[in-house]
């Protein structure tokens, strides 16, 4: 007599399959969620650094900085298009007698790097979430 064995799994066996790739997929996607917001915070740095660096050709060529960042004087040669913020906003900017401030809002403040300065300038408040640079 010949036995005959069903191969296949059992429904035991698929739910824990199931359980395990349900808890892999909750790990991963909490973990994801905390990124967007640390790689936006990133770009803002970035592009801070750039109108930054920005700016001093421009003081370079001109003799000064520009009245806005949107200075018909400064856009088309020096930085075209001004970056804007990730999430659609813009970033702030304020002459501070011979220099400038730049600032952005982060979305966590434990990502701001440490060269941020901190109190009101030049009409910019420079505390909690907001980075800013001055030359």
């Known amino acids: 007599m010949k036995r ?12 824990i399959v199931i359980a395990t790739i349900g808890i892999l997929t909750t790990v991963v996607l909490a973990n994801l969620s905390g990124a967007r917001p640390r790689t936006r915070d990133a770009t803002r740095v970035s592009d ?6 920005s700016m001093e050709f421009y003081r370079d ?3 000064g900085y520009p009245a806005s960042l949107t200075d018909a004087t400064y856009t088309p040669d020096f930085m075209d298009p001004v970056p804007t913020d990730p ?3 813009s970033y702030q900017y304020a002459q501070n007698g011979t220099g400038y401030v730049l600032g952005a809002t982060f979305e966590q403040a434990t990502n701001i790097p440490d060269d941020d300065i ?6 910019i408040n ?5 980075y800013c640079l001055t030359n």
């Open 126 to 130: 420079c505390s909690g979430s907001v």
């Open 61 to 63: 060529a001109v003799g």
């Open 87 to 89: 999430q659609g906003g």
């Open 118 to 123: 901190d109190g009101t300038v030049a009409g």
């Open 4 to 15: 005959y064995y069903k191969r296949g799994f059992t429904l035991i066996e698929l739910l």
């Open 48 to 53: 801070l650094k750039n109108i930054q660096l």
